[in-house]
């Protein structure tokens, strides 16, 4: 069946599917990592662009294999400077112009905002890929499978978010993603200097959902069924040295898993630096390299469905 709301769509930010078609494309990924022929070759025929205007390793990798295992053809940058947005070309005429060539766009770009842009000056769907220190909701839709997967559900539990909360876009899409699933609890780990933003707790103020802001990682341990690390963005800091200082403020290792749930999952968007150590890699309940292959599975079927693919 062809699921005729997913067609011609582009996805901004982590609310812009519903529920229920965050279970449809969930459902999708699950199938597909089940048997990875299904819907080899759906795509045939049909062009992705990625623009990525910032580095990325997982997100674009993954995107190109999602689009070619799905029959289908990639082309775009890795690096804007070889892009005529080096020339001074505008956001606005790069879309329109890549929106010629492709039927479908992902991009990566530092600004915030810079994918809503885009979308309004593009005729075919446009995918965020990461918009400054905003969002990205396809790591979003990676996470959630992961989480749905691994610990077969979404709902009641309570997460632990640890790191760079105030730059971290991977956090404020998942906060945002999962304020809408049933009893979750969330816990904010960071130094004081990178607290998660006064809007997104505004937010979750608003909707009567349970958070507390926190400082040490290993009291908080036995209470968290997810842990998710991240990296301190080091280039959305304004000053090297302040970055030096708040870097290694926690750091996940063997010692501090002892205090963690026999079931907790350690999740992380990945790149790591030094935030998670690599003796905790064996554990089983660290899940991040698990969670880079559903980010491909969630990205085939987010491709298949916006491109209209029979599922
Ligand atoms: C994240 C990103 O780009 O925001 N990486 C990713 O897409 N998996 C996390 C990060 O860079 O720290």
Do not use: W
């Not at 459902?27 to 580095?55: M, V, W």
């Not at 956090?171 to 699933?181: D, E, P, Q």
């Not at 103020?205 to 926190?214: L, S």
């Not at 998670?276 to 064996?282: G, L, M, R, T, Y």
């Amino acid at each position: 069946m062809v699921y005729t709301s997913f067609i011609g769509r582009s996805l901004i930010e982590p609310g812009d599917f519903s529920l229920e078609e965050m279970e449809i494309l969930f459902s999708l990924a699950e199938k597909i990592e089940n048997d990875e022929n299904y819907l080899r070759e759906s795509c045939r025929g049909k062009l992705l662009a990625a623009l990525f205007f910032e580095p990325s390793t997982r997100t674009r990798l993954s995107f190109e294999a999602a689009m070619l295992r799905l029959g289908g053809t990639c082309l775009g940058f890795a690096e804007p400077g070889s892009s005529s947005a080096a020339k001074g070309e505008s956001l606005a005429d790069t879309i329109r112009t890549a929106a010629c060539y492709a039927d479908a766009i992902v991009m990566r770009n530092p600004k915030e905002g810079s994918a809503l842009l885009a979308k309004q000056f593009s005729s075919v769907p446009v995918i965020n890929a990461g918009d400054g220190g905003h969002h990205h909701p396809t790591q979003t839709l990676t996470d959630l499978l992961t989480i749905r997967r691994l610990l077969g559900k979404i709902d009641t539990m309570t997460i632990g978010f640890c790191g760079d909360l105030k730059f971290g876009r991977t956090v404020h899409s998942l906060v945002k993603a999962l304020a809408r699933y049933a009893n979750i609890k969330m816990l904010f780990i960071s130094p004081k200097e990178l607290v998660i933003p006064q809007y997104i707790k505004n937010n979750l103020i608003k909707q009567g959902i349970v958070f507390e802001e926190r400082e040490n990682l290993e009291k908080s341990m036995s209470e968290i069924d997810v842990l998710y690390m991240t990296r301190v963005q080091r280039e959305r800091f304004f000053n090297e040295d302040d970055y030096i200082r708040l870097k290694d403020t926690y750091v996940l290792n063997s010692e501090k898993m002892t205090f963690a749930k026999e079931k907790m999952l350690v999740l992380h968007p990945l790149p790591r630096v030094n935030e998670i150590s690599i003796e905790v890699d064996n554990d089983p309940r660290a899940a991040y390299f698990k969670q880079a292959k559903y980010g491909m599975y969630a990205r085939m079927a987010l491709l298949a469905l916006i491109l209209g693919v029979s599922c």
